[in-house]
Nanobody, 121 residues
Framework: QVQLAESGGGLVQAGGSLRLSCAAS????????WAWYRRAPGKQRELVAS???????DAGDSVKGRVTISRDNAKNTVYLQMNSLKPEDTAVYYC???????????????WGQGTQVTVSS
């Protein structure tokens, strides 16, 4: 069983930066994808950024150019660096780890408990 623990959320002024971390405990598959999602009040969950075990990254259109996702495999940890934050970035941010049982087709998903990010104007 894998457990994810997020940290780094908080209150920041518009234009500021935050770095979120998510550490995994348990047995981690070598074929995996880490991701950060967010859910703002009254909105659907959306992908913020993802990174595969080969280092390929992707980011949502609303945050491209402002976020960087990275991973430390030795620490089983993923990071999300967010810059130039806007009030519309306010949301609960969730860490996600996908263990691919069939790469690209079937995965076992694990989720963190979420961390609040609030950006004041």
């Amino acid at each position: 069983q894998v457990q994810l623990a997020e940290s780094g959320g908080g209150l920041v002024q518009a234009g500021g930066s935050l770095r979120l971390s998510c550490a995994a405990s348990g047995t981690i598959f070598s074929t995996n994808t880490w991701a950060w999602y967010r859910r703002a009040p009254g909105k659907q969950r959306e992908l913020v950024a993802s990174i595969t075990n080969t280092g390929n990254t992707d980011a949502g259109d609303s945050v491209k150019g402002r976020v960087t996702i990275s991973r430390d495999n030795a620490k089983n940890t993923v990071y999300l660096q967010m810059n130039s934050l806007k009030p519309e970035d306010t949301a609960v941010y969730y860490c996600n780890l996908m263990h691919w049982t069939i790469p690209g087709v079937e995965s076992i998903d694990y989720w963190g408990q979420g961390t609040q990010v609030t950006v004041s104007s």
